[in-house]
Structures are given as C-alpha cells and as structure tokens.
C-alpha cells in the first residue's frame, strides 16, 4: 500500500487423475498459437553454476521458502455479513467485502493450491467529523488504523477472525496480517498497556523526509516508545489470535535495526504459543515477516534484508523479478512508454540475478499482482497480446504461473489472478478522473472476488495452478533446491532444480512456435529417461540427448 498521494495522481494427485487438458495442457479449448517450425535448441553444458547462497537454495526443506500465499483485500473480496459495509474504497468493488465472506470462501482459497492466506490490514480505522470521501475510501483499505488492537467494525469483529483464523488453520493454512508500522491515522489510540508511537516526518523508500497528509501520520523510531507500541501490536495477534506471521506495508518506514527487534520480538511470541493444524497436532505459529518495499534491488536490501552483518527481515516481495516476468510474458504497466512488453526470455535469467545485491538470509517473494498493480491480465491485453477471448491469453497465465511454480523461494497469489481475472474494458491506462472511478493503475486490480460460477477456461486454469502448487508441494527441489541455469534465449529458459535426490528439469518456452530443446545427458548426470511430472509421460535419451518438445506459451517440469 502506498500514501494517499498515489491515489490521487486441491492436490496433485486429484488433478492429475483428470484429463491432460483439464490441468496443464491445452483444456478449454486452448490449442497453442498457429505453430511455425519448431525451433531446435540444444543444451551441452550449463549456463552457470549451481547457485546455493540464498536460504531457498540450500536443498533443505524450510517452511517460509515453501509458503505458497493467497493475498486477499478484504473490503473488496466477498460480503458475507449484510451488517459489515465500507460502501467506500479504490477500486470497482461494490465495496462490501468482510471478514466472514473471507471465512466462506476459505474452501476455496485452499483448492488453488496454496498454504497461506494474507488479510490486507483489518484494524478500525475511525472517522473523523468533517473528512472527506477521499478519507472514507481510504479508511477501507485499512492501511490508516486508529486502532491497532480492534476489527473494523465494517470488516467484522474480533471474535469472527478468531474463528476465521481457526478455520484456516485446520484447512492447513497459514494466515498473515498486514502489519503497518510506520503510518497510522491522527486519530491513533493507545495499546492496552497504555502505549503510544512518537509521531514524526514520514521516510519514503530513499530515507527522504516528508510531511503526512491530511488525518495522517508517520511514527518516530528515534524515540524508544514507538519500537514498544509496535512489538506490542505485533506479538498481540500472534498471542491472542494465533497468527503466523505479518505482511510488513511501506517496510522503509521503519530502519532495519528496528525490523530486528521487531522480528525478534514476533519469533519469541510464536516460540511460546501454539494451535491445532490440520492434522490434530499442536502447531507453533509461523512467525514470518515479509516486507513490501517497491523499489530495486538495492533498495530492498538496505530498507528491508540489512546486511550479513547487520540482518533485519527474512523476505521481502520480489518486485525487481516480478517487473521482468511480466515483462516477458505481458508488458509492464508502463509498457505503451516503456516498450517492456513480450521481451525475450533471457529477462527471466535477470529475476535471479537480481539476487547478488542481497544478503544470504534472503527470501524473496514472488508475485505478479497485488492490490497497487495492474492485473496481469490486463497487462496481456495492454500489451496486445491477448484477450480473454483467446487462447494466447490463458496460456500466457500458465505460463507465468509455471515460471512461478519454479521459482526458490515464497510465492504469492493474487485473489483473481489463478482464474485470469481482468477489468472488462480496461486495459489502456485512465488519467483522467481515475481515482473516482477506481480505474487508476493503483487500485485497479481491487475488484470483487469471484469463488463461484467459474466460466470452463476459468475452471481450467484454476486448476493448472492448483496443479502446480501441488508440484511445488510434493517436489522440494522447486521451492528450496539448488538452480543450475542451463539456457536462456529469446523463446527457451531451461534451469536445472535439485534438492538431494529430488531432481527437477525445467523448460519454459515463452514464444509462440513450439520448440524441441535437446539436453544432452551428461547435463544431467547421464540418466536413463525422464518423467514429465504433469503428465506422466517419459523422455528417453536419444544418440544426440533428452530430445523435449516444449508446446508454444508453455512449461515443463521433467524429473530424473
């Protein structure tokens, strides 16, 4: 979430008892684009070596590494108490969304695959006599709290996100709260033990300065009394309600020896208590932190990982890798000026790249939507490379969400995006009077949740990322394993995935002709065949190699 000013200007197995088409092939009619000839590609050594210095490349399993998130904004998602109404907020929502259309829905928020659930923030933000429309729609989105310790009366009460968060935890799911420490409403009022932040100028992502807006205001950590307020907030919910963890929002705001004592305050609350998980057992929770710093590489790590020496937080979301992914497979939402739409495939080798500038701890997070950006359906059809009426543009989701499956370390889904959810008529950018019609670029994507009434191609690709969570699941080697970059070209990234004796190929052709990548065995430690993981069928090594034809727009996932 950023400042006001923005504003204004279901299991593997299961699926793959189904028809190929139904989980991952072509379903629903989606035939791959008009094939040319096939480009042939061979692949006799790797491109890099094995890569093992991040914590989601070590080859053991580790729990945050393997969180697979499912972000929801609740004023927008789905009303399921008539009494619990913003009637305000960004976006194109009837904006009625609540914590018990969160709670009905959990069902199935768990069959798309995931293990976790992100609530934008839910705390009361009160209003003030006199404030204006432009306050009330910010109100909704919670990220102004008046008080850090109460449900917004219009999301709900306390005693129905304890019982959300009990039934998330016995569905398997994690469930983490947007913690924002470093802004708040000027209406703040004290903890229960009597507790206040020092208010002060606000920092932006470069350590500048600069004065909050109107019934705003920013928190002080040169004074001792804000870091105590906040460890009070943070540990209160995973105490009390047994949360797993925070979404850190504007993570800048607060200076990293600040997230230490932060982070070491949350791990020492989720030390001492615990809850039922799905299987009966008593579960400690989570205590993960990732933080949302908009930025570059450099910046996330100084504002959020720190540095070997000086560690601050564990994860932070991945926006320097998911700009180069949806370069690659839509267009950025600059792209019209930019020209960085349908880039060669070689951009996808930059997301791990980025990685060099952080510190071991690191665990990026990998998105391609949240509640600030564009749709990466809408990105498809800004770009001009698709349209829900086409085949093109299902399978460029699929294979975004192959590239994610993939991916080392925590991913994040966005509410809508595992059914290729778009704004009917918007793809352009709007610049005039976008705020007031939710069309902005920053608040687009806050549609209404669809759970129900799927459409065959929207039931088909929810079931290819359930498929695909489902690998990440079962195969540790994607989300924690060793990577080995083979090939990367303008059509074909091949990486290499190990975690002990789970070995993973992977091929992603991001082009629209098919393509056969020839990988020569001693690549691969010389073995006998390979098993396509989404289909079962095998590849066995011919005189010239593993001779793997990879269908336009698509992935592989082979094990050896």
């Given amino acids: ?58 080859g053991v399993a580790d729990p945050a590494c393997q969180l697979r998130i499912y972000q929801v904004m609740v004023e927008a998602f789905a009303d399921g108490d008539p009494s619990a109404n913003f009637n305000a907020g960004y976006g194109t929502s009837p904006h009625k969304g609540d914590l018990q259309g969160v709670l009905n829905a959990l069902d199935y928020i768990k069959s798309t695959g995931v293990n976790a659930l992100w609530l934008t923030p839910i705390f009361e933000s009160a209003p003030k006599a006199g404030q204006d429309d432009w306050t009330d729609r910010l109100d909704a989105t919670g990220y102004y709290a008046s008080d850090y ?61 600069y004065t909050p807006g109107t019934h705003q205001a920013c928190a002080d950590y040169a004074d001792p009394a ?24 504007q993570a800048y705001q607060v200076p990293p020896a600040q997230w230490a004592a932060l982070r070491q ?9 615990t809850y039922t998980g799905a299987s009966g057992a008593a579960v400690q929770p989570l205590g993960h932190m990732v933080a949302e710093v908009w930025s570059g590489e450099s910046t996330i790590q100084a504002r959020a990982y720190g540095t070997e020496a000086a560690p601050a937080l564990q994860s932070a979301f991945d926006f320097p890798g998911r700009y180069r992914l949806v370069q690659t497979l839509a267009g950025e939402e600059a792209s019209a000026a930019s020209g960085k739409a349908g880039l060669p495939a070689t951009t996808l080798a930059e997301v791990y790249a980025t990685r060099a500038a952080y510190p071991s701890h690191a665990m990026p997070n990998l998105m391609l939507t949240n509640h600030d950006l564009v749709r990466f359906g809408d990105l498809i059809q800004r770009a001009g490379l698709g349209q829900p009426d086409e085949d093109r543009y299902w ?29 009917p008529g918007f793809a352009a950018a709007v610049t005039t009077n976008c705020a007031v019609q939710g069309l902005c670029d920053d608040h687009v994507s806050r549609t209404a949740g669809k759970v129900s009434g799927l459409t065959a191609r929207e039931a088909d690709l929810k079931a290819h990322v359930a498929a695909l969570m489902a690998l990440r699941d079962a195969h540790p080697a994607l989300a924690v394993g060793t990577r080995t970059h083979l090939h990367a070209d303008a059509q074909l990234y091949v990486d290499r ?33 390979l098993t396509d993981l989404m289909d079962s069928r095998t590849v066995t090594a011919g005189e010239g190699g593993f001779a793997i034809e990879v269908p336009a727009l698509s992935g592989r996932f082979l094990s050896f």
């Fill in 395 to 423: 399978l460029r989701h699929k294979a975004a969400f192959a590239f994610m499956a993939a991916h080392s370390g925590p991913v994040t889904l966005y509410y809508g995006d595992e059914i290729g959810q778009e704004l």
């Fill in 226 to 249: 804000t870091l105590a307020f906040f460890q009070e907030v943070a540990t209160h919910w995973i105490t009390e309600y047994k949360i797993d963890g925070w979404r850190l929002d």
């Fill in 265 to 273: 305050a949350v791990a020492t609350a989720s030390a001492g208590v």
């Fill in 497 to 529: 995935k190990d975690a002990g004796s789970d070995r993973v190929l992977f091929v992603l052709n991001t082009g629209t002709t098919p393509a056969v990548v020839t990988v020569r065995a001693p690549v691969l430690g010389s073995p006998q065949q």
């Fill in 149 to 209: 310790f109460k449900v917004d009366p219009r999301f709900g009460t306390n005693a129905q996100f304890k019982a959300l968060v009990e039934a998330a935890h016995a569905r398997g799911l994690y469930v983490f709260l947007d913690g924002v420490f470093g802004h708040y409403k000027d209406n703040l009022v004290a903890s229960p033990a009597g507790r206040r932040p020092a208010n002060g100028l606000c920092l932006n992502d470069q350590g500048a300065t």
């Fill in 1 to 58: 979430m950023q400042l006001s000013s923005r504003f204004r200007s279901s299991v593997l197995a299961a699926c793959l008892a189904l028809p190929l088409a139904s989980c991952g092939g072509s379903g629903g009619g989606d035939t791959p684009p008009a094939p040319g000839a096939p480009v042939a590609v061979t692949v006799s050594q790797a491109q890099g070596t094995p890569e093992n210095r991040l914590a989601c490349f070590k």
